[in-house]
């Protein structure tokens, strides 16, 4: 399994707009992690990537914000105060799957059964003050770009973790 050890926020955005270089259309990606874990963070740093310079507000409220940056719409879900999966419907799911779209979702758990399944399984958890970041693919979509991103040149305050650290 692919992980990082990432510290302090300026390095997650980093570690995120890395990501953002590597994304295809259609992908799904859920962020896992406690309050607090750096998933929104995370989301900023691959929009910024993507190329947004606005804020990213967190959906913690709305559960969905919508982005169309450079012909391609990214879908930034936060499911936490979802009380039923069923309740995606209202929230135009059908419609954001449209195999196009990129998802980006937090607190996936909440939504199962009715959000598509990941390519792309993202877990952070704190560490002291820094944050581990694992990467599970869910797809060959997602094999590949685990595979890709593993080659790449890390941002400042992001090191590769050794496989046996878990
Ligand atoms: N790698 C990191 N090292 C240190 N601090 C970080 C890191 N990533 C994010 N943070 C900080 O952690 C705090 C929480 O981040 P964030 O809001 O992204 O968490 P979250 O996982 O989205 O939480 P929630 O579940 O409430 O939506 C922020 O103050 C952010 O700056
Ligand atoms: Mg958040």
Not at 10 to 21: S, T, Y
Not at 139 to 158: H, N, Q, T
Request: charged residues 25%.
């Amino acid at each position: 399994m692919l992980s990082w050890r990432i510290q302090g926020t300026e390095a997650q955005i980093g570690f995120g707009a890395l990501l953002a270089g590597l994304l295809v259309d259609g992908l799904v990606i859920y962020l896992e992690g406690d309050l607090g874990a750096g998933k929104t963070t995370l989301v900023r740093g691959l929009l910024r990537g993507l190329g947004h310079a606005g804020t990213v507000r967190s959906p913690t409220y709305s559960l969905l914000e919508d982005y169309r940056l450079a012909d391609r719409s990214i879908h930034h879900l936060d499911l936490y105060r979802l009380a039923d999966p069923e309740e995606l419907e209202y929230l135009g799911i059908r419609d954001i799957c449209d195999g196009r779209s990129i998802l980006l979702v937090e607190w996936p758990d909440k939504g199962r059964g009715v959000l598509p399944v990941a390519d792309l399984v993202l877990r952070i958890r704190h560490a002291g003050v820094a944050r581990i970041l694992e990467l599970v693919p869910g797809s060959k979509g997602g094999e590949y770009l685990a595979d890709r991103l593993s080659a790449l040149a890390l941002p400042a305050g992001v090191t590769r973790q050794s496989n046996n650290v878990d």
